[in-house]
């Protein structure tokens, strides 16, 4: 246990964690960061490019410790996988609580450390190593528009953050400058500008310019640019945009330009993007320390309400050995900066039925922390150009159609952004993997050799040499409603026996669902690629299973598919006959085209849990960032959003999280 106490203690070295780290050790206040990974790699970088290169699935996780096919039991910081059992039976050493839900699938605790209850499965993951999920997030940086703030206020849904955009835009212009944005402005607002798109002042540059528009973008933007007769969009024009993106156009902050390798997720092989361990080695250069591999176990509250300390558990592995020590770390003001997932964790364990208001957790007299988790599930699409377009060149998405995010159609659905993607049906169908199989082993699982031959030599080169550049896909990131049903709880809550991580903490539980409003964003992301492929020319190969392979390659429920609702089946008997044509639809449908349902991906914007908010009664946090109950406690994160809305989250986080570390100056004086 350290004697030092600390100006602040942060727990967690993100892109969160390290702004507020770097600002304030650079205003020459003592920082001590608690990291539950390792801090660095092993050497260096190297060392996960080799990981990443073994790794026979390519998934998010796969550069990263632990190494992949570990045993989360017995890992100290084990990663956070989704790893579906697709299976009734409840393991041994599940409490009895959990064998009475009703349930279609359930989770392996020996191999996902994530327990999850459904009525869905949260399909998003995370890193727990120094430089958190920035290791592996695409490097989309997009702001908030206006109406995203004030959803309730404008469209009678959803929840009002306690500030406008306004409150941001000098943050946000500062996090873009430290992420390095390769954007620019005045194409963004004059393409934007209709749906609430806003920066200051209004001659505002980004650090960079943009990242050109791939081949594949071209092509879209080709047919979509100035439409504005898309089903349900009272006329807004359809635009494709150049994405802003936290990579580097040019050499930018001592990191090379972006070198188009297609593998962002997981891993920038030559540093382009942007991840926190550029803005960790800032804050240790301003004279923050770090203790890596240090595992915060219990927030502990003073009598007078204010936080004394961090316990937190040391620990090193030497082979299948785990070593652990104990220590606090004490400061002025603590900082959590965990992971919207972690955090409320830890806040859970932190509970105290000795005390009066800790019976539920530090800062949830609420009632609200680990309520509202959200994330960006994932509609995708996918189809084949009819001539050559040459995707799988560049950063994996370079550009999106974001001008359909905002209108009056919110009040009844959720809105959505369109990434369109330059991986081919690589996130699609896992290609070039599964289409190369299909045309070596006769099957079709690609849909691309309906007659199942199996090709050899030339010709099989010349038809993947046929087939592979002219792939393409969207994805749609449907902003997911804010619900108290979908929350997080400690796997030790459902009774003894339940499963705990190799240091002996409790696992997160999660019970996760998608309501109608998001729902319905689905249904009108599927009729707006219809009308897309329409105008094209193009043929939809889009598959949303029902059933999917489970254990002895037996069929079972696809955990992420789910039924289209009868009410809304009179949306798609209305649509024009060219749209429920099979080549635009291309889904199990009846012979009105009618779809069966849809499937989700994660996005892996892990948001709410610990949500902002102007009534201490119906929130975790005030509008800086600070506990309702506890005057020295702080976060920093996407927990921190009231809604998601359809942006991904990491500019916005950055940029809260600099708002943060001014507030915590000024408390600090």
């Avoid at 120094?130 to 290791?135: F, L, P, R």
């Avoid at 070198?259 to 923050?288: F, M, R, W």
């Avoid at 060149?393 to 159609?401: A, C, M």
């Avoid at 009534?615 to 800086?624: E, G, H, I, M, N």
Wanted: hydrophobic content about 35%.
């Amino acid at each position: 246990m350290s004697e030092t106490t600390y100006d602040v203690v942060i727990v967690g070295a993100g892109i969160g964690g390290t702004l507020v780290a770097r600002e304030l050790a650079r205003k020459g206040k003592s920082v001590l960061i608690l990291e539950a990974g390792p801090q660095t790699p092993p050497t260096n970088r190297e060392a996960y490019l080799e990981n990443f290169y073994l790794a026979s699935a390519k998934t998010p996780e796969a550069p990263y410790p632990p190494l992949e096919g570990s045993d989360p039991a017995d890992e100290p910081t084990p990663r956070a996988t989704v790893a579906a059992t697709f299976s009734n039976n409840i393991e041994p050493g599940w409490p009895e609580k959990v064998k009475k839900d009703k349930q279609s699938f359930i989770y392996d605790p020996k191999a996902s450390y994530l327990l999850q209850k459904g009525p869905h499965p949260f399909a998003s993951t995370y890193e727990r190593v120094a430089g958190g999920t920035t290791w592996h997030w695409l490097g989309t940086s997009l702001r908030f528009l206006e109406n995203d703030f004030k959803m309730e206020q404008v469209y009678g849904v959803e929840k009002d953050w306690p500030f406008g955009v306004d409150a941001l835009l000098p943050y946000y212009n500062r996090a873009e400058s430290d992420i390095g944005v390769a954007a620019n402005a005045q194409v963004q607002e004059q393409q934007l500008g209709k749906v609430g798109l806003r920066y200051a002042p209004p001659d505002y540059q980004y650090p960079m310019q943009e990242i050109p528009l791939s081949l594949v973008d071209q092509a879209v933007g080709g047919a979509v640019d100035g439409v504005a007769d898309f089903v349900d969009f009272e006329g807004l024009e359809a635009q494709v945009t150049p994405t802003p993106q936290g990579r580097n156009s040019q050499p930018y902050d001592s990191r090379r330009t972006c070198a188009g390798n297609t593998n962002c997720i997981p891993i920038c092989p030559i540093q382009a993007k942007y991840d926190g361990t550029v803005t960790l080695s800032e804050a240790q250069q301003a004279g923050a320390k770090v203790i890596p591999q240090a595992v915060a176990s219990r927030v502990v509250v003073g009598e007078n309400g204010a936080v004394t300390g961090i316990e937190y558990i040391e620990w090193q592995q030497d082979g299948g050995t785990i070593t652990k020590t104990t220590g606090t770390a004490k400061g002025t003001i603590y900082v959590l900066a965990a992971h919207a997932i972690e955090t409320p964790k830890l806040l859970l364990m932190s509970r105290r039925d000795d005390q009066a208001g800790l019976e539920h957790g530090v800062a949830n007299s609420s009632g609200m922390v680990g309520k509202n988790l959200m994330d960006h599930p994932l509609y995708l699409s996918w189809a084949l150009f009819n001539d050559r377009a040459w995707g799988f060149r560049g950063p994996l998405s370079t550009s999106g159609i974001e001008s359909l995010r905002d209108g009056a159609f919110r009040s009844k659905r959720a809105a959505w952004r369109v990434e369109i993607g330059n991986e081919g049906w690589n996130f699609s169908i896992g290609d070039p993997w599964t289409t190369v199989g299909d045309f070596v082993e006769g099957t079709d699982h690609s849909q691309l050799n309906p007659d199942k031959r199996r090709l050899f030599g030339d010709e099989l080169v010349a038809k993947l040499n046929d087939v592979f550049p002219r792939q393409w896909r969207m994805g749609f990131l449907v902003e997911q409603s804010p619900e108290t049903s979908n929350y997080i709880e400690l796997s030790t809550d459902l009774g003894p026996g339940a499963p705990t991580d190799g240091l002996g903490l409790p696992r997160p539980v999660i019970h996760y669902g998608l309501s109608d409003y998001t729902k319905l964003g689905f249904v009108y992301a599927e009729i707006f690629a219809r009308d897309v492929y329409r105008r094209m020319g193009v043929k939809n190969y889009t598959q949303n299973p029902r059933k999917v392979v489970g254990p002895n390659n037996q069929m079972v429920q696809n955990p992420t598919w789910f039924p289209l609702e009868p009410e809304w089946r009179k949306i798609f008997e209305e649509l024009p006959p060219e749209l429920k044509t099979p080549e635009v639809t291309n889904l199990p449908a009846d012979a009105q085209g009618i779809p069966e349902g849809f499937q989700y991906f994660g996005s892996g914007h892990v948001v709410g849990t610990t949500v902002m908010g102007s009534d201490k009664a119906t929130s975790v946090l005030d509008p800086d960032q600070r506990s309702w109950d506890h005057p020295n406690l702080f976060m920093v994160g996407s927990g921190n959003f009231p809604t998601i809305t359809t942006a991904n989250p990491t500019l916005t986080l950055a940029a809260m999280a600099l708002k943060a570390a001014d507030a915590i100056l000024k408390q600090l004086g």
